[in-house]
């Protein structure tokens, strides 16, 4: 067998499954593509976010068994060329993300639309295409996890870093499959936003290097990122709430705000576990404290 017709039994079988599966969950009504996205790469099938998903979990895996398995430790000084791949990217996905909120803010203007309450239009083909770039720049995250394998910093790989990257991938397949625009947009010009000051925070602690008198001054600010990260999450948790009750069923599709609410709520738990290891727990003078420190 080829590996067209293997691509094609796997494509067919994930589909199947995948469709049936949303199908039910939305209580018979089937799943149907946008116009804005049909025909663009990776969206006309669930197939390729799952593949893309699983070579990621795999490669997350077999990554932390290498590390553990060789006892290796978090590089006190990594390799020029990894520094500068870790610069590189994030300095991407810092402009990435500067671009697509204020392209995805311009447009809502544009549309006239609400805070909330929006209906998704099939029209409005150039918002639909900029949460098709949100859905595909969440496979360039993927390389967050990669700078951490490589950087051997095994307390950054996180149960909430490998969950938040891997569902978050598949949630942006749905909407970007079956409807981007309307509602969506708040999620995604949101992310964006909080995305350009997480991915400079990134820039500036990779660009700063590890001395922590040093990072005390650059990154004083990370425990406010971190603030504003939840932040968001309970504005989308409000959204999907307020929504599920007060908007139309014809504008957006219900199934996805109750995604997204009880998506929220996971991850609220996750960062707030999070922040309190982090700030909380270490006592207030280690507050903002990069724990990789202590790894050294
Ligand atoms: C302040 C945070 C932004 C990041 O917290 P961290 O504990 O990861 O931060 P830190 O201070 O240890 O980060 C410094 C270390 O990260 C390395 N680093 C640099 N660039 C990186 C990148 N793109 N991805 C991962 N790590 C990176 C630096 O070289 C440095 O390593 P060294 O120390 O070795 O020199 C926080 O709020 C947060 O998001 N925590 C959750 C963890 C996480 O996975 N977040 C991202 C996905 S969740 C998400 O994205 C939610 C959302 O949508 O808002």
Known sequence: MGATELYEQVDGFVSKTVFDTIQRFRGGEVLTQSEITKGLPCVDSPTPVVLGVS??????????????????????????????????????????????????????ISHRYSFWGNAYNSKQIKMGHLLYIFYMSKYIEFMDTVIMILKRNTRQISLLHVYHHASIAIIWWIISYHAPGGEAYFSAALNSGVHVFMYLYYLLAATVGKNEKVR??????????????????????????????????WKYPRFLFKILFYYMISLLGLFGNFYVQKYVAPGPKQAGKIKSDKAE
């Open 216 to 249: 005390r001054k650059y990154l004083w600010w990370g425990k406010y990122l971190t603030q504003i990260q939840m932040f968001q999450f309970v504005l989308n948790m409000i959204q999907a709430y307020t929504d599920l009750k007060f908007l139309e069923s």
């Open 55 to 108: 070579s990621y979990l795999i490669f997350v895996i077999l990554g932390l068994t290498l590390i553990k398995t060789l006892d290796l430790k978090p590089r006190t000084k990594e390799p020029a060329v990894l520094k500068l791949f870790v610069i590189f990217h994030n300095f991407v996905c810092f402009a990435l993300s500067l671009y697509m909120c204020v392209g995805i803010v311009i447009e809502a």
